[in-house]
């Protein structure tokens, strides 16, 4: 069926880095984007970007410009996001999503948990 | 930016009851308007696209309507499964959701 799967959890240090991958199955891979949504603890959903897995154009949200990177994988069928100099206030659920034919995010990887703490 | 807003932000219902959840945009979004179900520790799940058309799989008690800048995602008979929280999502520019309305139990 057609799914994402994220990577487990991650405990990082504020100033680190942090990559998150999500794999596709059940499609094809080059012909949906996917877009980061990521979720504070209590808080609502914060669109971050969207890549095209199809010739890698990326939109990132204006916030977070200069600290996230969005790549995509073809020959496995795996986006990643990574976030760098990572604050207390990243501290949240990760989601990756595919943004479907009708411009709605469809399908949605489980989430992963990425808590910044020194 | 274009900003969401929801209404209420919870409200307390009780299972068979009709319920309606406003979402409005600060700028018309035309029929750019999505509407998406979040239970606890569970990743968001599309119920409504393009303001009015059902997400295939989705129960027929969801519906949309709406348009511009004033939108409702309508439960006709509310289900014990249906307690979560409901997100709209604009999809006219850069995404943006709104803050959420959270369905609790009576």
């Known amino acids: 069926q057609v799914q994402l799967v994220q990577s487990g959890a991650e405990v990082k240090k504020p100033g680190a880095s942090v990559k998150v991958s999500c794999k596709a199955s059940?499609?094809?891979?080059?012909?949906?984007?996917i877009s980061w949504v990521r979720q504070a603890p209590g808080q609502g959903l914060e669109w971050m970007g969207w890549?095209?897995?199809?010739?890698?154009?990326?939109n990132y949200a204006q916030k977070l410009q200069g600290r996230v990177t969005m790549t995509t994988d073809t020959s496995t069928s795996t986006a990643y996001m990574e976030l760098r100099s990572l604050r207390s206030d990243d501290t949240a659920v990760y989601y990756c999503a595919r943004l479907g034919g009708h411009d709605a995010f469809d399908i949605w990887g489980q989430g992963t948990m990425v808590t910044v703490s020194s | 930016d274009i900003q969401m807003t929801q209404s209420p932000s919870s409200l307390s219902a009780s299972v068979g009851d009709r319920v309606t959840i406003t979402c409005r945009a600060s700028?018309?979004?035309?029929?750019?308007l999505n509407w998406y179900q979040q239970k606890p520790g569970k990743a968001p799940k599309l119920l409504i696209y393009?303001?009015?058309s059902l997400q295939s799989g989705v129960p027929s008690r969801f519906s949309g309507s709406g348009s511009g800048t004033d939108f409702t995602l309508t439960i006709s008979s509310l289900q014990p499964e249906d307690f979560a929280t409901y997100y709209c999502?604009?999809?006219?520019?850069?995404?943006?959701f709104g803050p959420g309305t959270k369905v609790d139990i009576k």
């Open positions: 393009a303001a009015s």
């Open positions: 890549i095209s897995a199809y010739n890698g154009n990326t």
């Open positions: 059940g499609y094809t891979f080059t012909s949906y984007g």
């Open positions: 999502q604009q999809s006219y520019s850069t995404p943006g």
């Open positions: 700028q018309s979004i035309s029929s750019y």
